[in-house]
């Protein structure tokens, strides 16, 4: 069973930054796709961003492109998301979650394409 620890959120005024980290138990976590998702109160969850389990394909929702980066290193069994210009729209939270994949398999952003997740990190951007 996959498990996943995320860290690095907090409090950050508009137009800051966050890097956030998402701590896998697998060793193999090259076979798997990642993402990372957010929740705000009284919203769906929405896919942010996510990677292929090669790390060569990425997708963005369209209100962090250019804002945020999904990264992964497989040999430190950790995935990231680095997160610029914040907004307060950006203020909810943040999960990471992983899927086994195929290689060369497109990442999903649905969250129900999803198999395990971690517990979340709140990421509040203050105005």
């Known amino acids: 069973q996959l498990q996943l620890v995320e860290s690095g959120g907090g409090l950050v005024q508009s137009g800051g930054s966050l890097r956030l980290s998402c701590l896998t138990s697998?060793?193999?976590?090259?076979?798997?796709?990642v993402g990372w998702f957010r929740q705000a109160p009284g919203k769906e969850r929405e896919g942010v961003a996510c990677?292929?389990?090669?790390?060569?394909?990425?997708k963005y929702a369209n209100s962090v492109k250019g804002r945020f980066t999904i990264s992964r290193d497989n040999a430190k069994k950790t995935v990231h998301l680095q997160m610029e210009n914040l907004k307060p729209e950006d203020t909810a939270v943040y999960s990471c979650?992983?899927?086994?994949?195929?290689?060369?398999?497109?990442?999903?952003?649905?969250?129900?394409?999803?198999?395990?997740w971690g517990q979340g990190t709140q990421v509040t951007v203050s105005s």
């Open positions: 990677m292929d389990s090669s790390g060569q394909k990425t």
């Open positions: 697998e060793f193999t976590l090259n076979q798997y796709g």
């Open positions: 979650a992983a899927i086994m994949a195929l290689p060369g398999a497109e990442p999903p952003m649905a969250p129900y394409e999803y198999d395990y």
